[in-house]
């Protein structure tokens, strides 16, 4: 009897799982070959069967005779079909921007991952200076911040009628730069952090990657844990922060990364440590890995959630020109 996974064979899942993953369409002779370094042995004639009955499915499309693409029915197909392998691992979309990211601290240019916060236009300018109220607190990457109006488009983000989207950056650009640098880090958890007097002091909650198929982070924000503009007015409150791990041997690698990133004015980092402290080890591996901690890039939009605004906020949403961003006190002019 042929394995199924949502109504679909092994066979297709695969297909769809390459073709989810790649930055260009993507033809049968690729997609077997891939298949083949997986193991799964079947031909390309095999492959055009799977490709039909997923096009009749409209979970990919053709792109003439480049290959094909996935639509978002099937990126959404995939996720249902995976929600138990995505525990504890990054999401598809994510891993797929990670990949494409082209964002050099070398020269300062190139696309990173962003969050995106989308809000009506009435609440434009309100929201632009609640942002601006926090901008110059070290509890986000940056303070760069990308605008789009309705109808347009963030990245791959399309902005519907009557809204507004907002972009910065995300924590997970520590990944994108690293990965490109043979260093894969991987993000274990992220938790709410106090800051008093403007200091951080440490978590006093988390939630593990591998217990959640959604952005811890994001869920703390939506939840109301935080309390971003009380820390721009008093100096305390909370904000969200992210654990990420990486092998001890590359620590001079995350070292001087960090410090390229800081000098292209990305920050938030709280801690780097080359070796877990034992008292703060989540599992057993930890005892052979270093760790980063670092300030949620969500933590910029976090006020507007705070204030009462309606936001619809997603984390890791799509990939941005940083040099279509800036600072959010030269948005209104």
Sequence with gaps: MMQKYGNLPKTAVEILKIISMSSKPTNSIEIAKMLHKEKVYVDSRTVRYHLSQLEELRFIVKIGRKGCVITPEGLEQLKRIMVYERLGMPSIQVEKMIANSTFSP???????????????????????????????????PSQLVAIVDEEE???????????????????????????????????????VYEIMDKRPVGFVEL?????????????????????????AETGNGYVTAAIKRFPFSFSD??????????????DGIIEIFAITP????????????????????????????????????????????????????????
């Design 207 to 231: 939630i593990t990657h591998n217990g959640a198929t959604l952005s811890p982070g994001e869920l703390f924000i939506k939840a109301g844990w935080t309390s971003v503009r009380k820390i």
């Design 106 to 140: 070398e020269t300062g240019k190139g696309t990173v991952l962003a969050n995106v916060a989308v809000i009506s236009k009435d609440d434009f300018e309100r929201a632009v200076e609640i942002i601006n109220s926090v901008s110059s607190l070290n509890v986000f």
């Design 153 to 191: 488009s963030l990245g791959e983000y399309s902005v519907p009628e009557d809204h507004v989207a907002l972009g910065c950056i995300s924590t997970t650009v520590y990944d994108s730069v690293l990965r490109k640098k043979g260093v894969f880090v991987e993000s274990i958890a992220a938790g």
């Design 253 to 266: 690698v995350i070292e001087s990364t960090v410090s390229q990133l800081k000098k292209a004015g990305i």
């Design 278 to 333: 034992e008292i703060e080890r989540i599992d057993i591996t930890d005892a052979r890995k270093g760790r980063l901690i670092v300030f949620g890039g969500g933590n910029y939009f976090a006020p507007l959630i705070e204030e009462g605004m309606n936001v619809k906020l997603t984390i890791n949403a799509t990939l941005i020109e940083i040099s279509k961003m800036k600072t959010p006190d030269k948005i209104l002019r």
